[in-house]
């Protein structure tokens, strides 16, 4: 019996699939913290971690690993996620960036899968814009508390594994150019996000359970997934709009727009020839 | 550095439905796929932007070869990758599954094809790759003089992702 034994119906290559695997995440608060552990305790072999913050008291209600001890010596959320997976996972790779994610671009083009768990939703389009123009697949994972008045809230949130070719979150409605506009408007103004552990928890578990869809073959072929999920209710569905767009060859990333134009193989590779 | 190729199902498939159409005389069907390349920190990503086929006409009669092709479908070739920043490969199929293999008949092919890539589009890698059933490889020349090596790596990008590790 092995450590992993107990997923052994995932495939009888899922230990060598999952390890040998690569995956990265943008964002470990609440959202990407509870994607880090599962994803560990799953067997993935390969991590790209990427958030420039270090923990804060605040973040404490909600951030999985994160301790007092932590938000007092303030330590780097990328430093929390490695220490979970290490517990889990002490011979994996394990790249801990502390930075914005767009200065970890060639770290992040190795990726399997790459998840967002971001808040902006500029910061989402531009995550999809990168993984679509790398055929990397991407999961964004978000959720929102929007007040209904009188002392009423509504906790909602989605889950969209957006993957090359397929329709992209714009296709979806929740990237449109009115929506970053609105955004872009709010910028500095909007306060803390309100966010908690058990919304984030249900989300980070679809998640984690579409990219083990993606790495081994036990899930069925569907590329196209938006969840719904609304907290009041404690229910998720598929998302409607998805079913309408299903099919379509998406508009806004053309499947042959990828690459790097200017990319350039280092002399030494190339056997000394010049490059022009 | 590794070169890792990545195919999205969508292409691999609409590739094979192309590669399997009869000839009036060739046993096989060969093309051409354009590919952009970037910078995946230990390893170069080799990304498939576009197939173009071989046209009918350009195929010469060849009992000793599976597919032999003439000037002129190297012509177009050579012209279509003469507008690209990327690289050129050229494409065909072995039937069965898992990872294919290049033959002593491919290999031989390659040595006198691929280097002309460079004469209209130098300082970018071109290759050769072969499809199976469900996986594939790639063969690259990272420059007209230099040595090509095998890619270390190949995913089908779909749902599942499927990958495979040449050796």
Not at chain 1, 87 to 97: C, H, I, R, T
Not at chain 1, 153 to 166: A, C, D, E, K, N
Not at chain 2, 77 to 95: C, I, K, P, Q, R
């Amino acid at each position: 019996m092995s450590r992993l034994s107990r997923q052994s119906f995932l495939g009888p290559a899922s230990d060598e699939l999952l390890g040998r695997a690569t995956v990265g995440f943008v964002g470990l608060g609440g959202g990407g913290s509870h994607l880090v552990q599962q994803l560990a305790h799953v067997g993935i072999g390969n991590y790209v971690l990427v958030d420039p913050q270090p923990i804060d008291e605040t973040n404490t209600n909600r951030l999985v690993g994160g301790t007092l001890d932590d938000a007092k010596a303030e330590t780097p959320k990328v430093l929390i996620a490695e220490r979970l997976i290490r517990g889990l996972e002490p011979d994996a790779k394990v790249q801990s960036l502390q930075r914005v994610w767009g200065d970890a671009l060639a770290e992040l083009r190795g990726c399997d899968v790459i998840f967002g768990a971001v808040d902006a939703l500029g910061t989402k389009s531009e995550l999809e814009a990168f993984c679509r123009s790398n055929l990397i697949p991407f999961i964004d994972i978000g959720m929102t508390v929007t007040a209904l008045g009188s002392g009423r809230f509504l906790l909602s949130g989605q889950v969209i594994r957006s993957m090359p070719g397929q329709p992209c979150l714009e296709c979806l409605g929740l990237v449109t150019p009115s929506k970053l506009g609105d955004e872009a408007r709010r910028y500095g103004d909007a306060g803390e996000n309100p966010q908690v552990v058990w919304s984030n928890g249900v989300l980070a578990s679809i998640a984690t359970g579409l990219c083990v869809g993606l790495l081994t073959p036990w899930a069925d072929e569907d590329e196209l997934i938006y969840l719904v999920y609304d907290g009041n209710r404690g229910t998720i569905v598929l998302g409607q709009v998805a079913e309408e767009v299903r099919g379509e060859i998406c508009p806004h990333y053309p499947i042959g727009a990828v690459g790097q134009p200017r990319f350039k193989l280092p002399a030494k590779e190339i056997g000394g020839e010049e490059c022009r | 550095m590794k070169f890792h190729l990545k195919l999205p199902r969508r292409l691999f498939r609409d590739i094979h439905v192309d590669l399997h159409r009869r000839h009036r005389f060739a046993a096989e069907r060969v093309g051409f796929l354009r590919a952009a390349f970037a910078d995946g920190g230990d390893q170069a990503l080799i990304l498939p932007s576009e197939y173009r086929s071989v046209a009918d006409e350009d195929y010469v009669d060849n009992p000793a070869a599976g597919a032999s092709i003439g000037r002129e479908a190297i012509r177009k070739a050579l012209e279509w990758a003469d507008t690209w920043h990327g690289g050129l490969f050229h494409v065909h199929a072995h039937s069965g599954r898992g990872v294919p293999g290049f033959s002593g008949i491919d290999i031989a092919g390659n040595q006198r094809l691929i280097p002309t890539f460079f004469n209209v589009a130098p300082g970018r890698p071109h290759g050769a790759i072969i499809l199976s059933d469900d996986a594939a490889t790639a063969a690259i020349w990272p420059g007209k003089q230099a040595v090509p090596r095998l890619v270390s790596k190949v995913t089908i990008v779909g749902a599942p992702l499927a990958s495979w590790w040449p050796r």
